[in-house]
Each structure stands twice: as C-alpha cells, then as structure tokens.
C-alpha cells in the first residue's frame, strides 16, 4: 500500500469476509473517506443451500454499520457472465481446467468494480486480498508483490493486472499477518470476525463440483486407460476430470498389471492425460509416475505486470496456487507466449491453469499454461 497519509475518497470491495472488513477499518482509522461496495457476481442460485451471496451481504452490511461508512450493493452478474463464466464454459470443454478467480479479479474486480468506483470519485480502490503494491524507485513501474503472510499470499491470483490497476488499488491486508487481521477483528468488535474464510470458486460455492458442471456440459463417456493401454474402466465426460486427480474415478480398487514406477500393485490411480481425439482418460498409479512430471511448459495468453515480459530468465514459477516457488528459466517466443524450463520435475502440470512468474517477492505476471 502507498506510504501517502493525503485523504482520499477510497471504494472498499466488501465481500462479507473479515480481510475486506478489516481493509475498510484500516482505511478510516487513517483518515480516508471510506465507501464500500457488495459486488453481486453470480445470479441463480440465491435460494440454494450453496449460494451465500445473501448471508454475505448481509454480513458485510454489518461490517459497514460498525465501521460506520456507507455501502452499496452493485450487480455485476451480467459482466461476469460474459467475461468470464463464457470463457470458464469454453475451457472446460475444450478439456483443459481454467481458473476463473483469476480471470474474475482481472475482469470484475480491477475492471468493472474499478470503473465503478472511479465513476463515484475515488482516488484509490482497496480489497482484503493478501498482496502488496510497491513503486519501484529506478523505474517509475508499480511492481505486484506477495503478501507478507507466506501461507496467504494471494499475487498468484493477481498476476494479470496491469500498471493502471495497480497504481489505482491498495491492499492493505497485504501488509499483515491473516492472525493479525483476526485479532484487529476482534478488537474493534466486527461481527464476522471469527467468520470462515470462503473455499471454491467464488459461482459454484461448497457445491459438488461435477454436479454444477453436468447442468452446462453433456457427459460425452469413454474408456479410461492405464499406461499400459488396458480399459480399465469408463468415464463420464473428459471435461469432468483434471489432470493429477486421485478421487472420483471408479477405479479406487484396481490393481494393475505389474507395479508401476513411485507405485505398486495397491497404489493410487491419477489422471495422467486427456486425448480429445479419441475421447480418452489415461490414468497412472503412483504420485511420482513419470507420465505426471514435467521439466519444463508452454503458456500462452500472456500478460505481464510491467507491460512486458521480464528481461530476467532465472526466476522461479508457480504452476499452482499454494505451490512453492520452483526455480525455472523463462524463454520468451512473443509477446504474449513463453515457456519454462524447471530445474526439479513439476507434478501434473495443467493446461489451462496459470503460471505465474516471480523475481523473490516481485510478481512479474504469467500466461495460461498450454503444454
């Protein structure tokens, strides 16, 4: 967050959550004049035992109340479904596995919300997510970094914004530890303080996940194949699996035909590969088969925090959120594609995830993962 101390109208995206709570408390303690807004991303399922976009306006209304600051609640249902859930449906099919909560901050939160704001005179945006914003001294360049909580550290999910965005967004959060934000709650007496931080992606909630997926995809089955080519069994719809998945196979019990390599007779199975040609899963037992390691990816889609791709090639990459940094070297073919060569295999890497480049704590941006 900027070392700035002028007051300023600040636009708070309040989710409901106890970091966005935290964020707007945050804001008013240093004098800025807060406004916070419920952004309602998702339409049809209000009523379900999923949704919880009603709870969550309800409590980040609370929120507001205590702080004292005014909220508004603004639909972006029609956004998101264009720009995002569109191409979150059109991932899936095509049989690769997206991240819409990246393409959602890109899109909705630091665009659409963004516009919003800057349309009711804010000088900044704030959000509770868990990075930091630094404007680097030789360059001029706000430079994405990680939160200061590595096990919260959310830059992954912000890698593609853009030198506008950021020089338009503080993370305030992003400069605490998440039991620090808990006890700041507590303190001044929020009412979610002890609120559970939300899981899945933001549309789909704690719901069975290939039960929301089946209302928008036909099932198309087909044989599942261990590396030996045996049918082994059959699955519902390539687009139902991911690669590295271990659950929900039908084939728990299987044995193979002779131990596979980083397995044996009654190890795992694992989703290996996806050929769309021919409507095949191939599966593999063992954490470490060869079929899920890779030295090295193509991404493609590129977008790089700085305007362009780093003149650095020893970095390190995510494939993954949650992942440790792996040591890599980039190789730029295009503006907006390169690809990674690892020092250490990297497991089930995944076409239509995100990898996602770091210079240390600076966030240098990525691409969505190809091959």
């Given at each position: 967050?900027s ?5 300023q109208?600040v636009v708070?995206?309040l989710s409901?959550?106890?970091?966005s709570a ?5 804001l ?8 916070g ?6 339409e049809?399922?209000d009523d379900s ?8 306006f ?8 205590v702080?004292?600051i005014e909220i508004e609640?603004?639909?972006f249902?029609a956004e ?5 859930f ?12 997206p ?14 919300f963004?516009?919003?704001?800057m ?8 959000t509770?997510?868990y990075?930091?914003v630094r ?9 994405l970094?990680?939160g200061?909580d590595p096990a919260?550290d959310q830059s992954y999910?912000?890698?593609?914004l853009?030198q506008k965005q950021?020089a338009?967004?503080?993370?305030p ?6 039991t620090?934000v808990?006890?700041?709650?507590l ?12 899981t899945?992606?933001?549309f789909i909630g ?11 995809i036909a ?5 599942i ?9 059959e699955h ?5 699996y ?6 929900g196979l039908g ?10 390599r980083g397995g044996?007779d009654h190890a795992p ?5 996806k050929?769309?040609?021919?409507n095949t899963l191939?599966?593999?037992q063992?954490?470490?088969?060869p079929?899920?390691l ?8 590129a977008?790089w925090?700085a305007?362009q791709?780093p003149?650095?090639?020893a970095?390190a990459?995510k494939t993954?959120y949650?992942?440790l ?5 980039l190789s ?5 594609a ?5 020092s250490?295999?990297?497991w089930?890497v995944?076409p239509?995830q ?5 210079d240390?704590?600076v ?5 969505v993962i190809?091959?």
């Open positions: 967050m070392g700035t101390t002028k007051r109208r708070v995206g409901g959550g106890v970091d935290v964020t707007a408390w945050l008013k303690q240093q004098g800025h004049e807060v406004i807004i419920f952004m309602k991303n998702w049809g399922d035992e999923f949704c919880s976009s009603n709870i969550d309800v409590d980040a209304a609370a929120v507001a109340d702080i004292g609640h603004v639909n249902a998101y479904k264009d720009r995002v569109a191409e979150f449906l059109r991932e899936y099919s095509a049989g690769r596995t991240n819409p909560d990246i393409l959602c901050n890109a899109e909705i939160k630091f665009k659409a963004l516009d919003h704001a349309r009711l005179g804010a000088g900044k945006i704030a509770g997510h990075a930091r404007v680097n001294a030789g360059t001029g360049c706000h430079e970094l990680k200061l919260k999910f912000l890698h593609r853009n950021l338009n967004t503080w993370f959060v992003g400069e605490l530890l998440k620090e808990r006890r700041i709650a303190e001044i007496g929020l009412p979610n303080a002890k609120k559970k931080d939300s899945g992606i933001c704690e719901r069975p996940f290939r039960e929301f997926l089946n209302r928008f099932k198309e089955p087909g044989p194949r261990s590396d030996k080519g045996h049918v082994i069994g519902v719809g390539l687009s139902f991911t690669l590295g998945q271990r659950q084939i728990g019990g299987l044995k193979a035909k002779g131990a596979q044996g199975w694992f989703v290996a590969r050929d769309m040609a021919s191939w599966v593999v063992g954490h470490e088969h079929w899920l890779s030295n090295e990816l193509t991404a493609q889609d977008s925090v305007g791709p003149v650095a090639t970095l990459a993954r949650r992942q940094d792996a040591p890599c070297r730029v073919h295009a503006a907006d390169f690809s990674l060569q690892f250490e295999p990297q089930a995944t239509g995100s990898a996602v480049l770091y240390g704590e966030c240098l941006g990525g691409g190809s091959g």
